[in-house]
């Protein structure tokens, strides 16, 4: 049986030596060939891998494909912050963002379509759960992101463009979905971001953020290095309970047991907690008291997100003045906190803005405000 052609895209190094000994009876070093054609130059096309010879080029047509998610739109943010739509179906999309600093550049990619999670304060949780994505539609985002900001460097073409890997320094798993209840396609995904011959990231640069899904917490112990955040949001579980439901499974002092065995196992310095703030239901200052207690002189940092706005949402966002008395209550705890500055919010790229619906119209709507552009990925090519 000729058998359909395997996506390479997304083979972790182990898995690609293993398909190229046995489709085409090569030796390991071709897989390392391929990864450097497919992640550092971001080939798609067999053909063009002129370091291979034309015979094993034809052969591997035969048996391997390189296959990426479709580009439905981009839209960039007065602040820099670029988002893209890929189309995962008709009516289904996931959204991933690029967010550039003065330091580094950060590419906030999702695990899922749609989330099982159901925070009640996330424009992810109101579509509902879809499906898991697969690897290469894991790993596609970061080719997809890794190609379009090189396109846009300065000196591409011309050859002065440098590494564009440059330009993604971070990658963060804070777009759609529960990285942890995909953690089979999660796992291998991040493996190729810390691969020397695929994303080559250290491991503090490659965050998976989780609601707290416990038992693969530990999990990931044991199988993978990489920085861990997690959506706490609430002191006590009475309210945990509400805004992140998951607690009811997994309370918070279980859960804080499972970061801190996280911190040993892996010598990492500090677990990310994520606090979103609310206005009037997580920000009083008898919170923070309460945060302080939990997290003081343990390997812990606080982000606190400003709460973004969705429509149909109940929550408003915590007045400035309350997120800066909250931070400043927590540092005069002896913990640390700082406030994430809201970014892309004019394009609905920021934290819980992401919704991936293929058929909004409101995509066309922002139009003024934007430079929408739609390419399919057969136009790129
Ligand atoms: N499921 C994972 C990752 C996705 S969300 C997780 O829960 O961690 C990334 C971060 O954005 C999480 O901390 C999430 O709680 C936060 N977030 C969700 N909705 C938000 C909103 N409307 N405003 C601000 N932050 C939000």
Not at 11 to 39: D, S
Not at 50 to 64: C, I
Not at 149 to 175: C, K, Q, W, Y
Request: charged residues 25%; proline residues 5%; hydrophobic residues 40%.
């Amino acid at each position: 049986m000729a058998g359909e052609r395997v996506n390479l895209l997304g083979l972790p190094r182990a898995e690609l030596e293993a398909f190229v000994a046995a489709r085409l009876g090569a030796k390991p070093f071709r897989a390392r060939q391929l990864m450097k054609w497919i992640y550092r130059r971001g080939a798609a096309d067999f053909a063009a891998m002129t370091d291979l010879a034309q015979d094993f080029r034809a052969q591997l047509d035969g048996v391997a494909k390189i296959t990426v998610p479709e580009i439905v739109t981009e839209q960039v943010s007065n602040d820099g912050t670029r988002k893209w739509l890929l189309r995962m179906d008709e009516v289904q999309g996931i959204e991933t963002v690029y967010i550039p600093e003065p330091d580094r550049g950060t590419l906030c990619i999702s695990s899922q379509v749609g989330c099982a999670m159901d925070c009640s304060f996330c424009s992810t949780a109101q579509q509902g759960f879809n499906r898991n994505l697969g690897v290469a539609e894991i790993v596609g985002q970061v080719w997809l992101a890794h190609r379009e900001l090189a396109e846009s460097r300065p000196g591409h073409g011309d050859g002065r463009g440098g590494d564009a890997r440059a330009n993604i320094t971070n990658i963060v798993f804070m777009g759609m979905g529960e990285p942890l209840a995909n953690y089979r396609n999660v796992v291998p995904a991040m493996r190729i971001f810390l691969d020397d011959l695929g994303y080559d990231l250290s491991r503090r640069r490659v965050t998976l953020s989780t609601s707290g899904l416990v038992p693969q917490i530990y999990k990931l112990a044991q199988e993978c290095n990489v920085a861990l955040a997690v959506s706490l949001h609430a002191p006590n579980d009475e309210l945990r309970n509400e805004l992140v439901p998951i607690n009811r499974k997994h309370p918070i002092d279980e859960l804080l047991a499972a970061c801190w065995h996280y911190i040993d196992v892996q010598n990492g310095r500090s677990v990310t907690f994520e606090y979103v703030m609310l206005d009037g239901i997580n920000d009083k200052p008898e919170h923070a008291r309460q945060l302080a207690r939990l997290l003081k002189g343990r390997p812990a940092k606080l982000n606190l997100i400003p709460f973004n706005a969705f429509p149909g949402t109940r929550y408003r966002r915590s007045p400035a003045a309350a997120i800066v008395r909250f931070r400043d209550i927590l540092n005069e705890h002896g913990v640390i906190a700082t406030i994430r500055r809201t970014r892309g919010d004019d394009i609905d790229a920021a934290c819980g803005q992401l919704a991936g619906r293929v058929t909004d119209r409101t995509l066309v709507r922002l139009g003024t405000k934007l430079t929408p552009m739609t390419r399919t990925a057969a136009e790129i090519q």
